[in-house]
C-alpha cells in the first residue's frame, strides 16, 4: 500500500486492497484508496452522451459490486438518474458548467457528496471506464487538516445552510436546504462549498478556513481504465479538475456506486 497523500492510499495487489478496505470499513486509517490493476478494463463501447443512453455493462458493474461488498449496502436516490443503482459520471452537452458529475468545462469543486442529505451514502465508489485526456479527480481527507487553524467549535454548530444540487433539484424542485454542522465528531465532514451559506461572522471566516485547507490538501488522482477510486463520504472529500470534452463517443467516463452502513435488507432507494 503506497499512500499519495494523507489518508489516501494506492492499491495495486488484492492482498493490499483488503487491508485498505479494512481502514476505510472501520474508519481508522486510510479515507481513500485508488485500486488499480483490476480485472477490467475500457470497454468496447463509446462513451454515451447521457446517462439515459448509457448501456449495461455486466462486468464492469459486477466488478464495482464485488469491491464494494464489504463496504455496506448499494443505494442511491430517486432523484438522480431514474433512482438506478449504478450510475453514469460523463459530460452532458449543454451542462458544461454545471457542478455535477455531468459538468466539464469548469472544475468541480470539493464536495462531500450529497452533503444536504442526513442519509448520504457512506462509502462512494467510483470505478474509470474512459479517461483519455487523464483528467484528475481530486480528493482530500480529514487526515491534512490542521485542527489548530481550524475554529472546530463553530463548524460543529448548526450555522450552515447546505442546497441539495442541480440533479436533484431537476427531479424534486421543491427540495430545499438544510441547516447543519459542518464538521462533527470523529471528525466528519459535511461541506459543498458551491451549495453551502454559513451565518455571517464567526461561522463564515470558520468556513473559510475549512475550505481553505481541503482546497491545499487536494490531490490529483488521474484514473485510468479499471481503476475504482473508494472514498470515505464522511472522512474525504472530492472533486474533478475541468476538462474540454468532445462528444464524440471518447470522455472521460465513470460508474458510481454508492453505500450505506445503516442496516437493510437490500439495495436502498431514497428521497431526499
Ligand atoms: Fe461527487
Redesign the pocket.
Known sequence: MRLLAPGIAEVTTRHDLDDALVELRTRRGVAAVVARSGPVGEPDVPTPEHWRAAPALPEHDAHLRAVTAGLGTPTCWATLQDGRLVQDVLPIRGQEDQQT?HGSRDE?TF?V?DSFSDDRCDV?ALLCLRNPDRVPTTVATVGSLDPAGLDVAALAGPHFHIRPDPEHLRADPGLTARTRPVLEDGPRLRTDPAFTEADPGRPAAALAELHDQLARALTPIALTPGDVLLIDNRRAV??RAPFTPRYRGADRWLRKLTTTYAPASGPVVRTP
Do not use: F, N, W
Request: net charge negative.
Open positions: 458529475g468541480l464536495h457528496e462512494l472530492h472533486g
